[in-house]
C-alpha cells in the first residue's frame, strides 16, 4: 500500500480519511458481495470518492483488497502479554475475528480459484497477510524458545502451522466457530515442543 504521505504533484498530502474510508468500503463490499462482484466503481461510490482517487493509492483491486486486510488484520489485538500461551491465543483469536469480518475462508477460496487467471491476487494476500501472521506466531514461539520453555530444535514454521491448521480444518468438517479452538491447538502444539525430561 501506498505511503499515506506520499504528496500529489501539486504537492498536496493525500487525506488520510479518504484512505480509511476507501478500505473501509473495500472491506464492507468484500464481505457483502466477494471479490469477483466487488467493483472500484462501487468502492468509490461507498467511499464518497472519484475512481481516479482510489487508483492514485492502489493500481488494481487485488491491490485495494490486500491493502484493506492488512489495515485489518490485528486492529484489535492486545499487546503481548509475555505470557506465551496467553499471547499465541491471542494472535490466533484476532486472526479468527478478522477471518469472520471480512468474510474471509470466501476470500482464501476465491484467490485460489483466481490463481490462474489472477496470480498477484494470492501474491498479495500471502504478503500482506498470511506471512505477517505466521510472523506474529512465530515471534511469540522464538521467544519461548529462548526462554527453555520449547525445544531448542524446534521446527517453528511447523508449529506455527499447527497452529493456524485446526481453524481451517474445523471450517471444512462444519466445526467452525468452536469456542475453544485456539486455546486447544495452542495446547497441542506447546505439548509437541516442550523440552524433553530426562529421568534418572
Same mark, same amino acid.
Given at each position: #500500500?501506498?505511503? !499515506?504521505?506520499?504528496?500529489?504533484?501539486?504537492?498536496?498530502?493525500?487525506?488520510?480519511?479518504?484512505?480509511?474510508?476507501? @478500505?473501509?468500503?473495500?472491506?464492507?463490499?468484500?464481505?457483502? %458481495?466477494?471479490?469477483? &462482484?466487488?467493483?472500484?466503481?462501487? +468502492?468509490?461510490?461507498?467511499? /464518497?470518492?472519484?475512481?481516479? =482517487?482510489?487508483?492514485? $493509492?492502489?493500481?488494481?483491486?487485488?491491490? @485495494?483488497? =490486500?491493502?484493506?486486510?492488512?489495515?485489518?488484520? #490485528?486492529?484489535?489485538?492486545?499487546?503481548?502479554?509475555?505470557?506465551?500461551?496467553?499471547?499465541?491465543?491471542? +494472535?490466533?483469536?484476532?486472526?479468527?475475528?478478522?477471518?469472520?469480518? +471480512?468474510? /474471509?475462508?470466501?476470500?482464501?477460496?476465491?484467490?485460489?480459484?483466481? !490463481?490462474?487467471?489472477?496470480?498477484?491476487?494470492?501474491?498479495?494476500?500471502?504478503? $500482506?497477510?498470511?506471512?505477517?501472521? &505466521?510472523?506474529?506466531?512465530?515471534?511469540?514461539?522464538?521467544?519461548?524458545?529462548?526462554?527453555?520453555?520449547?525445544?531448542?530444535?524446534?521446527?517453528? !514454521?511447523?508449529?506455527?502451522?499447527?497452529?493456524?491448521?485446526?481453524?481451517?480444518?474445523?471450517?471444512?468438517? /462444519?466445526?467452525?466457530?468452536?469456542? %475453544?479452538?485456539?486455546? %486447544?491447538?495452542?495446547? @497441542? =502444539?506447546?505439548?509437541?515442543?516442550?523440552?524433553?525430561?530426562?529421568? %534418572?
Amino acid at each position: #500500500m501506498h505511503d !499515506e504521505t506520499t504528496t500529489r504533484s501539486a504537492g498536496r498530502p493525500r487525506s488520510a480519511e479518504k484512505n480509511d474510508a476507501i @478500505l473501509r468500503a473495500a472491506l464492507d463490499l468484500l464481505a457483502r %458481495q466477494g471479490y469477483v &462482484r466487488m467493483t472500484l466503481d462501487q +468502492v468509490a461510490s461507498a467511499a /464518497g470518492v472519484s475512481k481516479s =482517487t482510489i487508483h492514485l $493509492r492502489w493500481k488494481t483491486k487485488a491491490d @485495494l483488497l =490486500t491493502a484493506a486486510l492488512a489495515a485489518a488484520r #490485528m486492529a484489535d489485538a492486545p499487546p503481548p502479554s509475555g505470557d506465551v500461551r496467553a499471547d499465541l491465543v491471542a +494472535v490466533l483469536r484476532d486472526f479468527a475475528d478478522t477471518v469472520a469480518r +471480512v468474510n /474471509g475462508m470466501a476470500l482464501i477460496g476465491t484467490c485460489l480459484a483466481e !490463481e490462474d487467471h489472477t496470480p498477484e491476487l494470492l501474491a498479495l494476500l500471502r504478503a $500482506r497477510t498470511v506471512l505477517p501472521r &505466521r510472523a506474529l506466531l512465530r515471534e511469540v514461539l522464538e521467544r519461548a524458545r529462548e526462554e527453555g520453555s520449547i525445544r531448542r530444535d524446534a521446527d517453528l !514454521e511447523a508449529a506455527v502451522s499447527a497452529l493456524l491448521g485446526p481453524f481451517y480444518a474445523d471450517y471444512l468438517a /462444519g466445526r467452525g466457530g468452536h469456542p %475453544q479452538w485456539a486455546e %486447544q491447538a495452542v495446547d @497441542l =502444539t506447546l505439548a509437541g515442543l516442550r523440552p524433553e525430561t530426562r529421568t %534418572q
